[in-house]
């Protein structure tokens, strides 16, 4: 049956040329992303496949969980460098930065200075899907008081704000800017983060967009982005991320 309203946009045709992807899972063995170099040069082949060529990856540097250092991903960054070198795969442009959680160590770190941003001064950070940190703004503020500029990473992945649109509002205004998740917009983690990435879409809240890649069947789920819906919700947005690299 001819359904006009359901054509998709082949993955392929989605993302503008010199798109930059700033949050992916794509380091080998360092967090909850790629196990092993194949598994990187698997996603990021996968990747260029859909028009993605340009990547700031992004390892979760988390508590004692994902207890990563900027020595610990600039070393998997070298490597991964080398990999793409081997296979003539050097067309990439291929850089690391990390995804903050914004607890105890990260205070330390910020301290330190020791973090590793997008572009000069951006850092890239998010919280526990279970509740915000109960000095978040304190953080947000401390963040930019050591001459950082703060992205909160897939805001509509926070459902303790789904209810509470408002929180939005007042971490735009405290100088955050928003990185949507592209599975956001496919369902992939649920009706209501669906809503809420449309709603501040829609209200042009958002600044970037990132895949978050973690595995190869986050890129299967992927390909059903391309809805006309999605494609006019995201253009102004996939625009942005061409400034992105540093
Ligand atoms: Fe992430």
């Known amino acids: 049956m001819l359904n006009l309203f359901k054509k998709e946009t082949p993955i ?3 993302f503008p040329m010199n798109f930059v992807d700033i949050h992916s899972h794509l380091l080998p063995g360092i967090d909850d992303g790629a196990k092993s170099m194949e598994h990187t040069i698997e996603m990021i082949s996968t990747m260029d496949a859909y028009g993605i060529q340009n990547f700031i990856t992004t390892p979760h540097v988390l508590g004692n969980v994902w207890k990563n250092s900027s020595d610990t991903i600039l070393d998997k960054l070298d490597l991964v460098l080398e990999e793409l070198e081997k296979r003539d795969m ?41 509740q915000a940190p109960v000095n978040l703004f304190e953080m947000i503020f401390d963040i930019q008081l050591a001459g950082y500029k ?29 990185q949507i998740n592209l599975l956001s917009l496919t369902g992939h983690y649920g009706k209501s983060v669906q809503k809420t990435a449309e709603k501040l879409i829609e209200k042009g809240m958002i600044d970037l967009a990132g895949s978050d890649t973690h595995h ?4 299967q789920t992927l390909k059903k982005i391309g809805t006309k819906r999605n494609l006019k919700l995201l253009a102004p947005i996939l625009k942005n991320n061409i400034e992105f690299y540093r």
Do not use: N, W
């Open 12 to 14: 392929t045709e989605v």
């Open 150 to 178: 703060p992205i909160l990473a897939h805001p509509e992945r926070y459902g303790f704000y789904h209810a509470d649109f408002d929180m939005y509002h007042k971490l735009k205004d405290a100088g955050c800017r928003f």
């Open 216 to 219: 190869m069947h986050h890129l």
């Open 90 to 130: 050097s067309y990439i442009k291929f850089d690391a930065a990390a995804e903050y959680m914004l607890d105890e160590e990260f205070v330390k770190l910020l301290q330190e200075r020791d973090l590793l941003t997008l572009r000069e001064d951006s850092l890239l950070v998010e919280m526990s899907f279970l």
